[in-house]
């Protein structure tokens, strides 16, 4: 049987890359035990961890490195699809043997498919692992809530969801009565910006940016511990800062960026985004910094 016992707040990794684009490993391994300081129940390497403009050999480095690091202290999902299906089996059951304790996968997006052919190929790579899966569903690649429960349906290791299409409220909500009787467990995700609300509506755990995991799991915290008043007011202080996190993919492995070396898990020369990749101008960055101090998050 798969592991279906993850909930929690499970952030996903900044790859932390230098001016030339050299994956930053000691930065890598310190943001990892960060996280694991602040509290988090896992730790993802995904679609914000550029993990698509890595090659083959990168892909494993980074995850050795992080499940190295991590050494049991925390569960390890990582993303392996790809346009094909024997692509993905390869990764996936690449990701097994480096020691990841979950996979997740968005559908292939490059060409259009039909929905039954999706289900096919999470079916088949299901099929090629031990491990469970978290089906990805996101604005550009998606998995209906019909769809995801009939993946859940066709094997035991589809047994998890992402949930990040947008609207997400009802979205979950949907999702949560289609896959009743499943087992399908959802999980929030789009940077958290509406984890309370996904939380009221069936998710057990949220997959955030890299830079907050403190704050989130606080709130996790205080939800798991029925003080939702609580949970709430805490988010709420830092619900500007999740705003601006919360923008396109490039700008946005920038920010989290340089959020990290301002909270000091980070040196500034590991601060760097693989191109193509927006970069904020000198403005945007001083609004942030600006807000960050109004929330004590510098680092001294």
């Not at 299906?85 to 292939?108: K, V």
Request: aromatic letters at 8%.
């Amino acid at each position: 049987m798969p592991d279906r016992t993850m909930t929690g707040v499970y952030p996903i990794l900044s790859t932390p890359f230098d001016s030339q684009g050299r994956i930053v490993f000691e930065d890598l391994r310190r943001q990892v035990d960060w996280m694991i300081e602040c509290g988090v129940h896992g730790l993802g390497i995904a679609v914000a961890s550029e993990v698509y403009k890595l090659n083959e050999s990168e892909r494993d480095e980074v995850l050795k490195a992080v499940v190295d690091q991590a050494n049991g202290r925390a569960k390890v999902v990582m993303n392996t699809g790809a346009e094909g299906t024997d692509t993905a089996i390869y990764y996936s059951q690449r990701a097994q043997e480096l020691g990841a304790d979950a996979l997740m996968i968005r559908p292939t997006s490059f060409i259009p498919t039909v929905e039954q052919e999706h289900i096919t190929y999470f079916e088949k790579i299901a099929e090629a692992v031990n491990i469970p899966i978290f089906l990805q569903d996101q604005g550009t690649a998606q998995v209906g809530p019909g769809m995801a429960a009939e993946c859940a349906r066709r094997h035991e290791n589809l047994c998890y969801i992402k949930v990040e299409t947008p609207p997400t409220v009802p979205r979950m909500a949907q999702t949560q009565k289609l896959s009743e009787g499943t087992g399908l467990i959802l999980f929030g995700g789009a940077g958290g910006a509406f984890v309370l609300e996904e939380f009221r509506r069936g998710s057990i755990g949220t997959m955030p940016g890299s830079t907050l995991p403190d704050v989130f799991v606080r709130v996790w915290d205080m939800w798991q511990s029925g003080d939702e008043e609580g949970a709430t007011t805490e988010f709420s202080r830092f619900a500007t800062l999740v705003r601006t996190l919360a923008q396109g993919q490039g700008l946005a492995n920038w920010i989290y960026k340089h959020i990290m070396v301002r909270r000091g898990v980070f040196e500034p020369a590991s601060a760097f985004a693989r191109h193509p990749s927006l970069k904020p101008d000198d403005a945007h960055l001083a609004e942030i910094d600006a807000e960050l101090e109004r929330l004590d998050l510098i680092a001294s």
